[in-house]
């Protein structure tokens, strides 16, 4: 894994100078180790790209992992694009006389001197929605790209053309189950030649399934995996699904909760893994990384073909008004968290979506929603730390898969009929295999989350952790203190929320920077 910067001057003096910088970057900012290096100049001196870490052998230096920044065929300047789905982010820092592009938001922060510029609505985006909405980042003028954009700089200066979303509604072409099952076919067709079988996380719903059933008609070889103990549903019927398939499948049992953990090194490795973009409630690693030689595929991506979040709100009385509060859950849910002036700025970003349901339609609103900020903020931040540890394939996200999938009229996914026809597209005997169900009260043993169910001291931990670096760090100029420390009365309520809160704290402190220092560890009950 490495990651890439590219950056654009006026002149060879500035392009030089910002070059230096990226070179010179803090090892304490970048979650896998160096060295970094200039892949590539052009000829004038006003462009550059540099890469940080290890390229795989092979791999083109001068190009980000994902192929998504490199130069142009001339030579001459930087070119970048973003996929529908946005997956593989690319995010810009513009300023007078220059431009840096980066697929690291928190590089590009630190090349353009942006790190001291906190930018509230992330603040406020993550204590609501738990990822960050439309282009922004946690730091002021360093912003994500457009999906479907193409960005281009020259001479310091910055051009994005932005490509549709390709609504069903104005989609050129007919398409339906027969098309998202090819074009998942054509996805995965190309890892046959990986020479090893893909480990599918297989569960026994819809997504990983189909992801199965594609990987099978592919010809690519497949190994099932599934967590859980041997009574659960999704055991049981992943099982079935594999036998059916004919493919190797192995149930993994859940291991025995721990005694102690490193709370506070969780918060701080996933600010720097996760470009602090996501909450330590997630599970997204940890830094420096043991990368796993195994090829890995999940169905990541399914709500794609559902509709996104149109599908909690399709099909029920009056539709438009539970699509908007539908929107409102999703993101005002902990507006009384926000101090008065974040949560008016906050609000206001808000407002094309209300416009989007009101030019389109309510319903439409929520599957580009699903799209734009789940998919391609969400999704594209934990594809990010993934990565990092092994080697991982996402069909469902693939350029061709989703706009074969939104070109599909938004009703026959609401409804689940076009992930279900796909299946029997692709396999038909797995028509009569059913979809796992909740396990009867009792049936199987109980699983321990610690993260929801921590005990006194990580309680304790995080009322100390959460006032102390909130008030140094200013987060507090953004989250409204009263109601941080009522949250934070044991026993916690809201521990997500909890959560999120302490890796704000971290970010705003800057105390990820200590992400390799070793920790005490807590208790967890």
């Not at 912003?143 to 700089?153: N, Y």
């Not at 310091?156 to 549709?164: K, M």
């Not at 493919?247 to 996933?270: Q, S």
């Not at 539908?326 to 926000?338: A, E, P, Y």
């Amino acid at each position: 894994m490495f990651f890439t910067l590219a950056v654009s001057a006026a002149t060879a003096e500035a392009c030089a100078a910002l070059t230096g910088r990226a070179e010179n970057t803090d090892p304490s900012l970048m979650p896998v180790p160096g060295p970094a290096t200039v892949a590539w100049r052009s000829e004038d001196g006003r462009a550059a790209i540099v890469r940080w870490g290890s390229a795989p052998d092979g791999a083109d230096g001068a190009r980000s992992f994902a192929g998504t920044i490199c130069p142009d065929v001339p030579g001459t300047h930087v070119q970048a694009r973003t996929s529908l789905a946005r997956v593989d982010p690319v995010y810009a820092a513009s300023g007078p006389g220059a431009v840096v592009l980066s697929d690291r938001a928190m590089w590009a922060a630190a090349v353009a001197n942006r790190l001291g510029s906190p930018d509230p609505d992330l603040a406020c985006a993550i204590v609501n929605t738990g990822f960050p909405l439309g282009a922004t980042t946690p730091w002021k003028g360093v912003s994500a790209l457009p999906p479907a954009s193409v960005a281009r700089v020259a001479d310091g200066r910055l051009d994005v053309d932005e490509g549709s979303l390709g609504a069903p509604e104005t989609a050129s072409g007919a398409s339906g189950p027969a098309e998202v099952a090819a074009a998942l076919v054509a996805a995965v067709a190309p890892l046959k030649e990986a020479g090893e079988p893909v480990r599918l996380s297989l569960t026994g719903g819809k997504d990983s399934r189909l992801i199965a059933a594609a990987l099978v008609a592919a010809g690519v070889p497949v190994q099932g995996r599934t967590h859980g103990f041997a009574a659960h549903p999704d055991v049981a019927v992943a099982s079935r699904v594999a036998e059916v398939l004919g493919i190797e499948h192995e149930a993994v049992t859940p291991a025995e909760p721990g005694t102690e953990t490193d709370v506070l090194a969780r918060l701080r490795a996933t600010v720097l893994v996760a470009d602090g973009m996501l909450s330590a409630f997630e599970n997204v690693g940890r830094v420096d990384p043991r990368r796993s030689p195994a090829l890995t595929a999940g169905g990541h991506g399914g709500e794609l073909l559902r509709g996104g979040y149109a599908e909690s709100a399709a099909g029920r009385r009056a539709a438009p008004l539970r699509a908007a509060e539908v929107l409102r859950r999703l993101t005002t849910r902990h507006l009384g968290l926000l101090r008065r002036g974040a949560a008016a700025g906050y609000t206001a970003s808000l407002a094309p979506w209300s416009a989007a349901a009101l030019a389109r339609g309510p319903l439409s609103m929520l599957d580009d929603f699903y799209l734009v900020n789940r998919a391609g903020r969400w999704s594209a931040t934990a594809r990010q730390a993934y990565l990092l540890r092994e080697r991982l394939t996402q069909p469902l996200f693939d350029e061709g898969v989703v706009r074969a999938a939104r070109a599909v009229p938004l009703a026959a996914r609401t409804d689940g009929s076009l992930i279900r026809s796909a299946i029997t597209e692709l396999a038909p005997s797995l028509t009569g295999v059913p979809f796992a169900g909740k396990p009867a009260k009792g049936a199987v043993p109980a699983t321990f989350d610690w993260r929801r169910q921590y005990g006194d001291q990580i309680s304790e931990f995080f009322r100390s952790y959460i006032l102390d670096q909130g008030a140094s760090g200013g987060l507090f100029e953004v989250i409204s203190r009263p109601a941080a420390e009522k949250a934070l009365v044991p026993p916690h309520a809201d521990r997500g929320t909890v959560w999120a809160l302490a890796t704000l704290a971290c970010l705003y402190s800057r105390d990820y920077r200590a992400a390799r220092e070793p920790v005490p560890r807590l208790p967890v009950t």
